[in-house]
C-alpha cells in the first residue's frame, strides 16, 4: 500500500528536473497523478514511463503566464478528479538577463507571472474542494533565491521567488486551521534544464557537486506524505559542497548591458 493510495496530486512543470522526478515518486507512491508543463511532448514522455510501471496519470499544458491556460488546468482537474488532494507548483523559470541595470519590463513581469502569480492563481481555483473536504496540500518550490539575494538567480527571479514564500506564508496563516497545509521548499542549486538559461551555462565540473532533481523530489514527497495532522512549513536544500561562482556572477553583471556599457 502506497503513501499516497486514494489521492489525486497535480504537479505543474513535471515535464523534466525536479517535477518529473516529483511525478515518478508520487507514482511509486500510488498517486492519481496530473501533471502540467507548457510542452506536450515532454509531458506525453512522463504519462508513458508512469503507465508503463503501472501508474495512473494524465497530462495537460499550461502555461502559467496565461491566466485563461491557468483556468483551462484548474477545470480539466476538477472536472476529471472532482478534487486535487496534493498540489505541488513547481513551474518557474528565470530571465536571461540578471542585472538591475540592464533588465527589462517584459522580462520581469514574465518571471513573477510563472513563478508567483500564476500558481497563486492556480491554488485559489483547486481550494474550494480542498476546503470542503477539510483536508489539502499545497507545495511551492521557492527558491534560495529568495532568501539570499544575488546575480546568480537575479533581480526578477530572486525577488519573485521571495513573493511566492511570503504567498505561502499568507496562505498557511489564513488556512491551517481550515486543515489546508502549506509547505515552501527552497532548493540551492540544482542540475536541471532551467540552468541553461544562465549568461553563462555551467559546465559538466560546475554541475558535478550540484544537488540532483531526485533530491528536491523525495523532500516534497517527504512534507506530502506526513499524516495530515504534520505540517512543514519551509524546507532548505543546499549542496554539501559549494562552488566557485565568481565567473558566473561577472558574466550575469554585463549580460543584457548596451554596446559599451560597463
Known sequence: MG????????????????????????????AELLIAG???????????????????????????????????????????YGRVDVLVNNAGHSSKVRSTRWISREEFDSVYAVNVAGPAQLTKLLLPPMLEHGEGTVIMVSSVAALHSGLLGGVAYGPAKAAAKMYMDNLRGELRQQGIRATTIYPAEVDTPILNNRPLVPDTEARSTMMRPEDIAAGILFAATLPARTMI??????????????????????????????
Open 3 to 30: 503513501k499516497l493510495d486514494g489521492k489525486v496530486a497535480l504537479i505543474t512543470g513535471a515535464g523534466s528536473g525536479i517535477g518529473r522526478c516529483t511525478a515518478q515518486m508520487f507514482a511509486e507512491e500510488g
Open 38 to 80: 507548457r510542452r506536450q511532448a515532454p509531458l506525453d514522455e512522463v504519462v508513458a514511463e508512469i503507465t508503463a510501471a503501472g501508474g495512473k496519470i494524465s497530462a495537460k499544458s499550461a502555461d502559467m503566464e496565461d491566466q485563461a491556460s491557468v483556468e483551462a488546468l484548474a477545470a480539466y482537474a476538477l472536472d476529471k
Open 233 to 262: 512549513d519551509d524546507m532548505t536544500f543546499t549542496p554539501t559542497i559549494p562552488r566557485d561562482t565568481s565567473a558566473e556572477i561577472e558574466v550575469a553583471r554585463r549580460a543584457g548591458a548596451p554596446d559599451g556599457a560597463v
